[in-house]
């Protein structure tokens, strides 16, 4: 018994290391490209005007989604909610598509696969047994 205990033991410490791992891995996705997106990095605005938003409204959109990725990689960093984890997925994967979708290579978004599929593993671990 005691054998297997420590085995359990093992793999739960180990998966509460992957989980650390994946929370910090969505919280430097996030706060990396939403302090970019803060400050303004007109590189993106091309991406902003895929979906229509050009001039002062693109500006201030990449200011608050800056914020806003700011604000969500704190949160997955405190207690990744699974709410938070489905936008960050949804989020990231979008971001990632804009780029093909705007003209670049589709390696573009091969290139930031990592960006959304790390928060949808954190996402799908939420729902295991404890």
């Not at 054998?3 to 994946?22: A, E, F, H, V």
């Not at 895929?50 to 608050?64: E, K, Q, S």
């Not at 938070?84 to 091969?110: M, N, Q």
Request: charged letters at 15%; proline letters at 5%; hydrophobic letters at 55%.
């Amino acid at each position: 018994m005691e054998m297997t205990n420590t085995t359990t033991q093992s793999s739960d410490d180990l998966m509460k290391w992957i989980i650390w791992l994946l929370r910090i891995g969505v919280f430097a996705t996030f706060v990396g490209h939403g302090t970019i997106a803060f400050v303004g990095n007109p590189k993106w605005l091309p991406y902003l005007a895929t979906v229509g938003i050009t001039g002062d409204l693109a500006v201030n959109a990449m200011t608050f989604i800056g914020a806003l990725d700011i604000l969500l990689a704190i949160s997955v960093l405190i207690k990744p909610l699974r709410p938070v984890l489905y936008w960050c997925a949804f989020w990231a994967f979008s971001t990632a598509l804009i780029r093909p979708l705007s003209g670049e290579s589709i390696l573009a978004f091969v290139e930031r696969g990592a960006n959304w599929t790390v928060p949808l593993v954190l996402l799908l671990l939420s729902y295991r047994k404890r």
